[in-house]
């Protein structure tokens, strides 16, 4: 399986290298989180989550022999940027869009909403044809959303709830400062309420309950962290110039230290200690206390980096767009051509990153279609 080495270095270096800029010396790019910029990291980043997922699927072979072990365990990492930048884009667009929340819910929330139960009846469909067998009651909740029978697709959910969230409380709320007090809580609860419901599986193995996993929760704080830092955004990107080289080095440090930490504690403790007379919370909330600072050296050391390396291009500005898409689909076309992991590892990653592509594309023009009709 080297091949998917050579595939996986390849491909970054094609997605990444062409019209990447570098700033000079003392110098700092005009707009390091501009949304063309952080939009083709989302793209890229999106493609990262495709490989991911299908390294995690390599490692049950066999033959696995720890090619791209280091994909196994960025996922985190990945989620937490998309968290964010969501959380960011949503103040800047607040602040600088007039008329902003008006037409919020239509555009925000439909722009989820569609991937998101065109993408879930792509994999009710494939795991029909393969054969898999659900009762009604089952698929009647899956048609509606209400469960979830690809887990893949949790981050649509949880994403869509805290755009509805922050639509109501930046509605509604008069003070500025009790808008994201109000905020900071909705996320707050929404981490304890999925701390507290630990995992959850029925009897055939298929996660379908929402808020039901550390996936759920692991990351989702730095959605507000991304609204705060758009909002401090003029004070911080000063400081963040004038102490550069320290923040650098700092987070940089800190990231490979935390990294090394979380390892440690998702082996000897993590999330999944659950047994029918306790959660083990004890363990959760230490590999988290260890987890969620280490995403947050990550992100840190991203956004320092942006600052003096310009990321864009016409094929990460395309892979920016569908990267929702691609992150929803993902499972689907794993799902259906499994049969050729143990028939060919080559076919098996070109079908599944083919398919994947086209169909992420086909589902983003019906939602630019409806949304445009819509206008």
């Not at 491909?11 to 700033?23: D, M």
């Not at 800047?92 to 993408?119: A, D, G, I, Q, W």
């Not at 989702?220 to 991304?226: H, P, R, V």
């Not at 959760?284 to 050296?297: D, E, G, H, S, W």
Request: hydrophobic content about 55%; charged content about 15%; glycine content about 6%.
């Amino acid at each position: 399986m080297n091949f998917l080495n050579i595939f996986f270095v390849l491909i970054s270096l094609l997605l990444l290298l062409p019209g990447l800029k570098l700033a000079k010396r003392n110098e700092f790019s005009e707009h390091p989180f501009s949304l063309n910029i952080t939009k083709g990291v989302a793209g890229y980043f999106a493609f990262c989550v495709l490989i991911h997922q299908i390294v995690n699927v390599f490692r049950l072979l066999p033959a696995y022999e720890g090619e791209l072990i280091i994909l196994e365990h960025i996922g985190v990492l990945l989620v937490g940027f998309f968290f964010l930048f969501s959380g960011y884009g949503l103040i800047v667009s607040y602040e600088e869009k007039e008329n902003y929340l008006k037409t919020f819910l239509f555009r925000r929330v439909c722009t989820v909403l569609l991937p998101f139960f065109l993408c879930n009846y792509a994999y009710m469909t494939a795991s029909l044809l393969l054969g898999n067998r659900f009762s009604m009651k089952e698929l009647l909740l899956a048609f509606f959303g209400v469960i979830l029978l690809n887990d893949h697709m949790w981050f649509a959910v949880e994403i869509m709830l805290l755009y509805l969230a922050f639509y109501i409380i930046f509605r509604f709320v008069g003070r500025e400062n009790l808008k994201y007090a109000a905020m900071g809580t909705v996320v707050l609860a929404a981490i304890t309420i999925s701390f507290l419901l630990g995992h959850d599986y029925n009897e055939t193995g298929i996660q379908v309950n929402w808020f039901h996993g550390e996936w759920w929760y692991n990351t989702t704080f730095l959605f507000f962290l991304g609204m705060l830092l758009a909002k401090h955004r003029e004070r911080v990107l000063p400081f963040a110039q004038r102490c550069y080289k320290r923040l650098l080095a700092g987070s940089a440090v800190a990231f490979v230290l935390l990294w090394n930490a979380t390892e440690y504690m998702l082996l000897h403790y993590g999330y999944w200690t659950e047994t029918e007379f306790s959660k083990g919370y004890a363990d959760k909330l230490m590999t988290l206390a260890v987890q969620l600072p280490m995403v947050i050296a990550f992100e840190t050391l991203l956004l320092l980096i942006l600052m003096k390396v310009h990321i864009h291009n016409r094929i990460l500005k395309f892979l920016g767009k569908i990267s929702l898409e691609l992150i929803l689909l993902e499972n689907v076309f794993i799902l259906y051509f499994a049969e050729w992991i143990l028939r060919d590892l080559r076919i098996f990653v070109l079908f599944v990153l083919t398919a994947t592509l086209i169909f992420a594309t086909i589902i983003n023009k019906i939602k630019l279609f409806v949304l445009e009709k819509k206008e």
